[in-house]
């Protein structure tokens, strides 16, 4: 169960019917899909903060055309999660991985929050074995130290010192990356190779180890709608001359971590 995000309140929520309460009597109403929204006026920057409705669902169906499937494969291998795990994924989006790994391992737990309310609403209603939370994690991550065996990161905002937190001794963190190649056919120049900036973060003071680290690559032929999707999820513009049919590479830096 997650905990209250009022103010310095920071208590454990139980249930309530419909409602997720602390011991101080504030409430949380669980959505009719299931999700809980613990996000605070002050947690936010704008009304309507993450992921938008349009960006969510483009990115959906391009995991539904089965385009990430190396990806989550790579993932999954790296990751090992088993029915013991406790799993929080941390910026999980319309929760593509993390509701895939849960119906793999039937048994284990998976949390997932986001800061994006169309994107949890999405996971919440096709992924309802998970737990999911609406929560700015780049401030608090709304669980009790120690409360997972598992944290994943997937191409979101990294947050080291509440990651450690809330990992056992031991504990693994799966980072993944968007790695220099990733949709390079898309913006035109390679991107900024953030691997070992991301080790030096992790390992220097941030309380981790790198154990493994692995790229994974996969590339497709796009029709016209599938590369407006992409453009969508990556909040470009829409080209005026609309790109027709290419092949479109997606590229992951993995690095997995121990908390020491
Ligand atoms: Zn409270």
Redesign the pocket.
């Known amino acids: 169960m997650p905990l209250?995000t009022?103010r310095d309140?920071r208590?454990a929520l139980t249930r309530e019917q419909r409602t997720l309460v602390?011991p101080?009597g504030?409430s949380f109403d669980i959505a009719r899909s299931g999700y809980v929204n613990l996000l605070q006026p002050q947690d936010k920057k704008s009304k309507d903060p993450g992921d938008t409705a349009a960006a969510v669902a483009g990115r959906r169906r391009l995991h539904d055309r089965g385009l990430t499937q190396p990806l989550l494969h790579a993932i999954a291998d790296l990751a090992r999660i088993s029915a013991d795990d406790s799993a929080l994924d941390a910026g999980c989006g319309e929760g593509f991985y993390l509701g895939s790994l849960a119906r793999e391992i039937p048994g284990h737990s998976g949390h997932g929050i986001d800061i994006s309310i169309p994107a949890i609403e999405a996971a919440a209603k096709r992924y309802p074995d998970c737990e999911w939370i609406v929560a700015n994690a780049d401030r608090f991550i709304p669980y009790a130290g120690a409360a997972f065996s598992i944290v994943l990161s997937i191409t979101a905002r990294m947050n080291a010192p509440e990651f450690r937190r809330v990992l056992r001794p031991g504990g693994r963190l799966l980072v993944a990356l968007p790695a220099p190649d990733d949709l390079i056919e898309l913006r035109g120049k390679g991107r900024e190779d953030r691997v070992a900036r991301t080790v030096a973060e992790f390992s220097q003071g941030g309380g981790f180890t790198l154990v493994e680290q692995r790229r994974a690559t996969t590339s497709a032929e796009l029709d016209t709608d599938a590369v407006q999707d992409v453009l969508h999820s990556i909040y470009r513009p829409i080209q005026a001359e609309a790109p027709a049919a290419m092949r479109v590479t997606f590229s992951l830096d993995l690095l997995l971590f121990v908390r020491v």
Do not use: S
């Open positions: 209250c009022v309140c208590l602390c101080r504030h």
